[in-house]
């Protein structure tokens, strides 16, 4: 076994790969950028060194920095994680020159499943069954959209270097095609550099079921069984299980036989998952199953594979790479222990199209107990930067039968808090608790189909939690008058901020709530001095969380923060209706579609930001004139910048 490991990677799995290493022995290396300096990868490890700025080029996607270090600590081995260069094939080279052994597979095996056309040809050679599509050279957009009509829509353009849901479009027109390529080219092109692309038919109504393969040096092969990836939003997975549901004994066999054949075939060595894209118009068929693509790196939702056959994949990769047999070659020796499921607990916003969301995490706790795990690589007080990844945890729940597996999920989901960036919980916990998806009537498209169900169509203000913040800050800044009778309503003189002629004493304060302007309504007329927001009362149930300048109420996982409001900042309700376009998130600012005095429609792209390697187009709210554009592409911009004005067309 190594003396020493560097950790290519940070967050959550270098967490993940530190604790494993320093479990069997080895002395743990870290790196991490300016973003990183107090992130708890950095104390987790033996030694840390810094390798650059925040943004991930200059830090953790430099080869020369990443090796230069390995030679400083004298790293007998590197790990990558996943992401960043863990799929890179030129790295893996560079380590192996270097005279470090580098953590995955070997660079030919890399290469030959890092671009989707050649995999699917080689698996095609191989005998594992492909979806139709074109997985040819000829990149001419024309030539691209012909042989879309050809395939037949709705089809799926897919970066050929691509992974984890960048570069790809689904297209159901004719008419899209055009706006759908370019998009997919300019986001491989950013995450992967290459803008190459794939067309394939999408199916219907797929199910996306991945085997974990692990191969050694000697020759020895097996699949860890599957895992059922299919709740997806945007491409990106959400939560994941194993086994999936309605799997049975004989497709379980014949995919995870054509797994092995896809890993043999291109010589692999170490942890890999075959992905497999599967019909279930009719159920899971035994000849219902095509090749997607190859991951050649440990998975992010890993941890259900270890809950369910009791092994450390981590360790295994270790082994592996040192030389080792595999600890396990005969596949009938692979166990399959009750249901695991894992949830992607991210900082983003549900109601907004789930963009990601930054900032201090002013609250985090996680809930323990029987059955559950959780991975993180953040803690309270941290940040979440935009400059990676927005992943808060993992939280992974085991237990006998699928079924109490989603019951400890949605328990444990439902009573962790995070305050500070918006983030996913409340929907993370609705779908564990969706009936359809525990009946197992689920495909890709489910979360798409039940918006309503999983609180994604929720607008508007959450009053009775705007109310509950309105009336811890009101009577912290001004208690409430004493009162000798409790029966004996207050006095309107008590109250030093208004004048009112009544029997009945009510009063309004401006407050500022998610943002927006509103106003809370206190009502002395009981002695008690309810605050309402909105007509709502506070519900007492919320869980409060104190900030410098407000309050978070956090009320079934979903956050409001409430202040009051500053008579000397801008009216915000007036600005909102001015025609000022603002940033709706951290990002860079890749493209402004329009120019002073264009004419536009409501609905019409106006700019297109890029945040974690993903594109996000800024529409028009309403025609008008654009009268004024105040940030160029290429800009680094912040969530809430002023960016463009959409004026009146009269005007």
């Known amino acids: 076994m190594f003396a020493s490991v560097l950790i290519a990677n940070r967050g959550e799995i270098a967490c993940r790969i530190a604790r494993t290493a320093r479990r069997i022995g080895l002395r743990t290396i870290a790196v991490y950028s300016e973003a990183d300096v107090d992130a708890p990868h950095v104390r987790l490890c033996d ?75 080689l698996m095609q050679e191989a005998g594992v069954p492909i979806v139709p599509g074109y997985h040819g050279d000829q990149q001419d957009p024309t030539f691209l959209k012909r042989k879309a009509y050809e395939i037949g829509y709705p089809v799926l353009i897919k970066a050929v270097a691509g992974g984890g849901g960048k570069g790809m479009r689904l297209v159901e027109r004719h008419a899209d095609f055009d706006a759908a390529i370019e998009a997919a080219r300019r986001e491989a092109a950013s995450s992967f550099g290459d803008e190459r692309v794939l067309i394939e038919k999408y199916i219907t109504a797929p199910r996306h079921i991945e085997i974990q393969v692990f191969a050694d040096k000697r020759g020895n092969a097996v699949q860890l069984h599957e895992r059922d990836c299919s709740l997806q939003r945007r491409h990106q997975k959400v939560i994941e299980e194993a086994p999936a549901p309605g799997m049975t004994d004989d497709l379980r066999g014949r995919m995870g036989a054509a797994a092995i054949a896809a890993a043999k075939a291109v010589g692999y060595v170490g942890a890999g998952t075959v992905e497999f894209i599967v019909d279930t118009t009719n159920g899971l068929k035994r000849d219902g199953f095509w090749f997607m693509e190859m991951n050649t790196r440990l998975q992010v939702e890993h941890p259900v594979t270890e809950a369910v056959t009791g092994f450390d994949l981590v360790e295994w990769q270790l082994r592996v790479a040192a030389g080792e047999r595999l600890p396990v070659t005969s596949q009938a020796e692979i166990p399959l222990r009750g249901h695991a499921v894992e949830a992607r607990l991210y900082a983003e916003d549900p109601a907004r199209g789930f963009l990601p969301s930054t900032g201090r995490l002013v609250a985090l706790s996680f809930a323990e107990g029987e059955g559950i795990r959780v991975d993180s690589g953040v803690e309270q007080g941290g940040e979440i930067s935009p400059f990676y990844d927005p992943m808060i945890a993992k939280v992974i729940a085991h237990a006998d039968s699928r079924e109490a597996a989603l019951d400890r999920l949605a328990d444990a989901l439902e009573r962790t808090v995070v305050a500070g960036p918006r983030t996913n919980l409340a929907f993370l916990a609705a779908l564990a608790r969706s009936l359809d998806f525990r009946k197992g009537e689920f495909d890709t498209g489910y979360i798409a189909r039940h918006k309503e169900e999983l609180g994604l169509d929720v607008t508007g203000i959450d009053a009775p939690a705007a109310a509950r913040g309105a009336a811890h800050l009101i009577w912290k800044s001004r208690p409430l008058p004493a009162v000798a009778d409790p029966q004996t309503p207050a006095s309107p003189w008590d109250v030093a901020d208004g004048f009112q002629l009544s029997g009945v004493r009510t009063t309004a304060r401006p407050i500022v709530v998610d943002g927006e302007p509103q106003e809370a309504w206190i009502d002395f007329s009981s002695g008690t001095g309810l605050v309402t927001v909105r007509g709502a009362a506070p519900d007492s149930t919320c869980l409060l969380i104190e900030a410098a300048d407000s309050v978070y109420v956090l009320r079934g996982g979903r956050q409001t923060r409430v202040a009051l409001a500053d008579f000397e900042t801008e009216d915000a309700a007036h600005a909102a209706d001015d025609g000022r376009m603002r940033a709706p998130m951290h990002g860079k600012l890749l493209a402004v579609l329009v120019a002073n005095g264009d004419v536009v429609a409501k609905g019409q792209r106006l700019a297109i930001i890029e945040a974690m390697k993903m594109e996000h187009a800024l529409v028009a709210p309403r025609g008008g004139i654009v009268t004024e554009i105040a940030a160029e592409p290429g800009a680094q911009v912040a969530e809430g910048i002023f960016l463009l004005t959409i004026s009146p067309a009269q005007d």
């Open 47 to 121: 030694e840390a060194h810094l390798i650059g700025p925040s943004p991930a080029r200059d830090s953790y996607l430099s080869i020369d920095k990443l090796l230069a270090v390995a030679k400083e600590s004298g790293a007998a081995c590197l790990h990558p994680g996943y992401g960043f260069l863990s799929e890179n094939a030129d790295f893996a080279e560079a380590c192996a020159q270097a005279g470090v052994v580098f953590v995955g597979p070997p660079p030919s095996a890399i290469r030959a499943m890092g671009l989707k056309d050649r995999a699917k040809a």
